[in-house]
């Protein structure tokens, strides 16, 4: 008698066993199927008022099925949670750039806010320097005036700059920004003043163009390619900003 | 013998049963996770509340809804996306199947004009691309790691965040360029600082949206930043930053995705403000509430998840990360943007016909509101604001009956009433009208508007617009001489009598002086019409400075019918 219970419970244990890897191997061969939340109610507008009867989707309606979140979504809760992760992140205030003590002001730079920082110089990024800035992944230390000026402009020596207003340092890397209407007179006239384009953006029409030379006059460049009647715009690039990861 | 029958009969009836409920497990989680064993930490793809390793678990049904899309076996196929990061391991294990290796990736290594296969990381950090590329496109039902959320899509990479790449204007404007369907940029500048809006790109940026994928636009996602609280401007102290602050973030041709936690609540980190498209699920940090489990640089000597990390699933004890190749703790809006990316793969898959502008629209048609509470916020670090006046608005129902808020923007993306909504404009066109700019046509200069210091009633000027459009969005111009900006709020109200707050009081660009050209963008007045008389409001929110308002324009981006 117990020998027939023992079998039959093997029996079915064995069975069950294949059911259940049955239904497992299906699983996972079969596209996957998930249940399909509620549905509910449009508001149409003007463009899908037409559509309403096809469309269950909405900016409209709040899901009410959801927890209610109303007394939880505060601003300080929501400051309070993100101070704590800043710090517990590590995430603590480092120290700010102090205003340079000399700037000097520059008729090219006019109609900026942007003045030249004499006493500063961009460095290779492995500097045993400490730099005091970095700007678009260029380190900028302080001490040695730069070796390029406006009109010496040397393209291995950028010049960097510092913003009163918004506090913060440039580097003036002596590409100048230019949006033509006419590509073959932009190329022609640049070549008369040893200068070329380096990077085209022939879809919207700009170049980013520099002297030909290691060393030429920013300056005077600048002021010439302005007056080309087939240049639209030109401007000077800055680098000021720090591309962040989020 | 007889109790272990009865344990036999007992087991027996026991697997039985459970045979039984796995046919109706809730939405498939277990069989799911065998296809791709990561997967049960995917709360954002299918949120039943779980935990992830974190104190506090998701509260389910917080996620982006794609169950049917995935039923009806949309996954991205065919769609290509450029991942603009700091580089991508497309040896990865669970990236590789979706990396074809196109010869259009962009590698700023290289001289101009930069076109490569691929773009590998070249700096020891340059963990984030890999991460992000995960969340978008890691396989799926390969029975390993985890799954984007287009798992058939197709990946390319440019490397403009990479730490070894200095990052010029001109790779700046080559990483908006190229032959993809979407590109994911999760990243952007810090919101304690302010600049006008970068012509160039501006141009670039619209040209791609005009010109790509033949005539309806490739779709730019961008991340709305992480600063919340930031660094005030010159200072170790902590202030409010908001999205717009970023130049980039207040172009209308791209998308800005703020991020939601597991608790389908705004992430502590995730900026506001009123450029907000849309909100998908960027997680919290991992240890108090639910990150994001996605694609990791393989090994454990590099990558988020290493040998110095304490949990054991991050530093590699656990036997389902054995190798570090995936992380939990991946966070931020960097991590919402490629989740919606991934979702307009899946549209686009639906309804190849999709303009950019469809994109949008759909996204905020379909967009789900979870929580519609009206009303005010307060200064969320206890600033005082002038007596009577109110630092934030929670949700608005504009006169088009599209609801939108600064912390959300339309609401938390849908992937399946999206996808069914792209499918009925396939069969039922949309008509947005003729896509135009007013280009800043109306502009009040010279104006000598003081602007009372510490009220709320602040200083106001009109403009009458003359064209008449459907708006889908609405940037304005201020020129402000003050001696600290943060100071001021900035508020338009529409035609309709919508009020959008473009700039909250007391923010973090502490000790600027003067708005100077400053680009402000609104996408609170999406479908309203356009024409009439548009109010600006100047609000002095702490006492001790004044200033004036000199000059106010507006730029209208809308479809002419």
């Given at each position: 008698m117990h020998k027939k219970n023992l079998f039959i419970s093997f029996f079915l244990l064995s069975a069950a066993a294949i059911l259940l890897s049955s239904i497992l191997f299906l699983k996972i061969k079969k596209t996957p199927e998930i249940k399909k939340s509620s549905s509910r109610n449009i508001l149409p507008d003007a463009k899908t008022a037409n559509l309403s009867s096809l469309v269950e989707a909405e900016n409209m309606k709040p899901d009410l099925n959801l927890k209610n979140i109303a007394e939880t979504h505060e601003a300080k809760d929501k400051a309070t949670r993100a101070l704590q992760n800043i710090k517990s992140r590590g995430r603590l205030p480092s120290q700010t750039l102090t205003k340079p003590s000399v700037l000097q002001a520059h008729s090219i730079l006019t109609g900026t806010r942007w003045k030249i920082w004499p006493n500063a110089n961009v460095v290779a990024k492995l500097s045993s320097d400490a730099p005091v800035a970095r700007v678009s992944h260029i380190d900028i230390a302080e001490g040695e005036p730069s070796q390029s000026t406006i009109v010496n402009f040397d393209n291995t020596n950028q010049i960097v700059l510092y913003n009163e207003r918004l506090q913060k340092p440039g580097i003036l890397t002596g590409l100048i920004i230019v949006e033509t209407v006419d590509l073959p007179a932009l190329r022609r006239d640049l070549s008369s003043v040893n200068a070329e384009i380096v990077n085209s953006f022939d879809q919207i029409n700009t170049y980013f163009v520099t002297g030909l030379a290691q060393s030429f006059n920013l300056e005077l460049l600048f002021t010439q390619i302005k007056k080309w009647p087939h240049v639209r715009n030109a401007e000077l690039e800055i680098l000021s900003k720090n591309y962040e990861k989020n | 013998m007889k109790r272990i029958n009865s344990y036999l009969i007992f087991l027996t009836a026991f697997l039985f049963a459970a045979g039984c409920s796995f046919q109706k497990f809730e939405s498939d989680q277990f069989s799911q996770s065998l296809a791709d064993p990561l997967f049960k930490y995917a709360w954002h793809l299918l949120n039943v509340g779980q935990s992830v390793f974190a104190n506090d678990p998701a509260v389910a049904g917080f996620d982006i809804n794609l169950n049917q899309t995935w039923n009806d076996q949309i996954y991205g196929n065919g769609v290509l996306i450029q991942?603009?990061?700091?580089?991508?391991?497309?040896?990865?294990e669970d990236l590789n199947a979706n990396f074809p290796y196109l010869n259009v990736s962009k590698n700023y290594a290289l001289t101009s004009p930069f076109t490569a296969t691929t773009a590998r990381p070249l700096a020891s950090d340059d963990d984030h691309g890999t991460a992000v590329a995960g969340l978008i496109a890691a396989a799926g039902w390969n029975r390993i790691g985890a799954r984007g959320v287009a798992p058939k899509s197709r990946l390319m990479i440019a490397n403009f965040l990479s730490g070894s790449i200095a990052q010029t204007q001109a790779k700046f404007i080559d990483q908006a360029s190229g032959d993809f369907d979407i590109s994911n940029m999760s990243w952007g500048g810090t919101q304690n600082t302010i600049d006008v809006v970068n012509t160039t790109y501006n141009n670039q940026l619209r040209s791609m949206v005009t010109t790509k994928r033949n005539g309806k636009g490739a779709i730019f996602v961008k991340a709305a930043g992480n600063d919340f609280q930031v660094l005030c401007n010159g200072s170790t102290s902590y202030c409010i930053g908001n999205s717009s602050f970023d130049n980039d973030n207040v172009i209308p041709y791209i998308i800005a995705v703020a991020a939601i936690n597991a608790e389908g609540i705004s992430s502590s980190y995730s900026s506001t403000g009123s450029n907000l498209w849309i909100t998908a699920p960027g997680g919290e940090y991992g240890s108090d509430s639910p990150a994001m489990i996605t694609t990791d640089r393989m090994g454990c000597t590099n990558g988020f998840s290493n040998s110095l990390r304490t949990t054991a699933f991050e530093k590699g004890d656990s036997p389902e990360n054995s190798n570090c190749s995936y992380t939990s703790t991946f966070n931020g809006t960097s991590a919402a943007s490629p989740v919606l990316t991934g979702v307009i793969a899946l549209l686009l898959e639906a309804n190849p016909n999709l303009t950019w502008r469809e994109v949008k629209y759909i996204l905020a048609k379909t967009a789900k509101v979870d929580n519609y509470v009206t009303g005010s916020i307060s200064h969320p670090l206890n600033l005082a604001m002038p007596s009577g006046y109110s630092w934030e608005q929670r949700w608005i129902t504009n006169a088009a009956a599209f609801n939108f808020h600064n912390w959300y923007g339309f609401g938390r993306v849908d992937t399946d009433a999206a996808i069914a909504l792209a499918k009925t404009i396939k069969v039922t066109p949309l008509n947005l009208g003729t896509f135009t700019e007013t280009n800043w046509a109306q502009i009040n200069s010279s104006l000598a508007l003081a602007i009372p210091d510490n009220t709320s009633t602040g200083v106001t000027n009109t403009i009458n617009v003359p064209t008449a459009l459907t708006v889908e969005a609405v940037q304005i111009k201020v020129n402000i001489t003050h001696a600290d900006i943060s100071q001021l709020a900035l508020e338009l109200t529409s035609p309709s009598g919508t009020k959008s707050i473009l700039v909250n009081g007391r923010n973090s660009l502490t000790g600027i002086a003067d708005f100077v050209g400053e680009t402000f963008l609104s996408n609170a007045f999406y479908q309203e019409p356009s024409a009439g008389v548009w109010t600006l409001r100047v609000i002095d929110t702490q006492a001790g400075t004044s200033g004036t308002l000199t000059s106010f324009s507006i730029n209208i981006f809308g479809g002419a019918n």
């Open positions: - | 991942v603009s990061d700091d580089g991508l391991e497309d040896t990865h």
